[in-house]
């Protein structure tokens, strides 16, 4: 090509590039479990609002707690040329052909919330799970260091469902041995969700158990427990830890029915999900992946935040104060 050409020519190409390499936009996919309870409908708002920060498209598909739908909405997803995926699986271990199909179309995965197990997925981001079990544990045994206690727990095709478990019995094992806690019930639900967690309580209860304390993975399981417990009566005798800060949740621990839940730092949560997704997208490192969790096939590189007890007293100082509920939903 002629000098002369060559300098109409390179400015063209200059911004052409500029104009594609520029407006290529992220696509980010992301797979929910389901948004049936308080806490997904918070997390997917999230997610919408900080894609928009970062003017990324992003695709969410909900699976309705089906792990054979999911993976469906997983190739739909892949086939739609996702950047990058970023998953709350269903289960624990039927995700890992999510991230067989993905990586097989060079998408990397971003497993979100819960762990996806056994898989070379390529990060978690999480709260510390196990630390959550300690100290709902930890804040009950407290009150209540003898006992009757009755433990509900939540999916098994759930990862985090174990590590509140193993973080319960943490803090308790030493009280039972010493004979002085009682786990009476003890049960894995099928979901997350109240009826189970009614069903197993009336059940003892019309049984004629006694319960001094109930443990539950989430406040969806504690409050189906509280309903039971308030067909005898013992409801606001019995002490009741659960997790999410549902609105719902603050209300019964308003009302004394439930003792503590905990409190997530969902925005903090998405905000590192998808921070991550656009660096990944572009090629970058992720920042902030600062310990590594062992999923049983590799050590994944993970983000583990912090969460927070919520009881009566600090209200205002947690959930309110950082927005996550307004006074106005308490009413
Ligand atoms: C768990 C999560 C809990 C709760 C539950 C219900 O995986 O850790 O915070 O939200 O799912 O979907």
Redesign the pocket.
């Known amino acids: 090509m002629k000098r002369k050409h060559l300098i109409l020519v390179l400015p063209a190409i200059f911004v052409l590039t500029l104009f594609f390499g520029c407006h290529h936009k992220t696509k980010i996919g992301i797979l929910m479990?389901?948004v049936s309870?308080e806490?997904?409908q918070k997390d997917k708002e999230l997610f919408e609002k900080r894609a928009r920060d970062f003017n990324a498209d992003v695709i969410i598909k909900v699976a309705d707690s089906d792990a054979g739908k999911q993976l469906k909405q997983a190739e739909e997803l892949i086939n739609n040329g996702v950047d990058v995926l970023i998953v709350?699986p269903v289960d624990v271990v039927k995700s890992k052909e999510i991230v067989k199909k993905a990586h097989a179309a060079n998408i990397p995965v971003i497993s979100y919330?819960?762990l996806i197990k056994d898989s070379n997925v390529d990060y978690y981001i999480?709260?510390d799970?196990i630390s959550?079990g300690e100290m709902q544990a930890d804040y009950i045994s407290k009150i209540s260091p003898v006992g009757n206690y009755v433990l509900i727990t939540?999916p098994t095709t759930?990862?985090?469902?174990f590590l509140?478990h193993l973080g319960w019995l943490n803090v308790l094992q030493p009280y039972i041995d010493k004979g002085d806690i009682h786990v009476v019930i003890d049960e894995y639900t099928n979901f997350?969700l109240p009826d189970e967690s009614y069903n197993i309580m009336k059940k003892y209860l019309d049984g004629g158990g006694k319960v001094d304390a109930v443990l539950a993975?989430?406040d969806?399981l504690a409050q189906g427990a509280i309903m039971a417990l308030k067909e005898y009566n013992y409801d606001g005798k019995v002490l009741v830890a659960g997790?999410?800060a549902d609105v719902s949740a603050i209300r019964n621990i308003v009302a004394g029915v439930q003792t503590i839940t905990?409190y997530?730092p969902i925005e903090s949560l998405v905000y590192a999900a998808i921070d991550a997704a656009v660096k990944i997208a572009n090629g970058q490192a992720p920042s902030n992946m600062n310990i590594t969790v062992n999923n049983g096939k590799k050590l994944v590189p993970a983000i583990l935040l912090k969460s927070q007890i919520v009881n009566r007293q600090n209200i205002k100082m947690t959930v309110i104060s950082e927005g996550f509920i307004t006074e106005k939903e308490l009413k």
């Open positions: 479990d389901n309870l806490r997904w709350i919330d819960r999480s709260t799970n959550v939540g759930d990862n985090n469902a509140l997350w993975g989430n969806a997790q999410d905990v997530k």
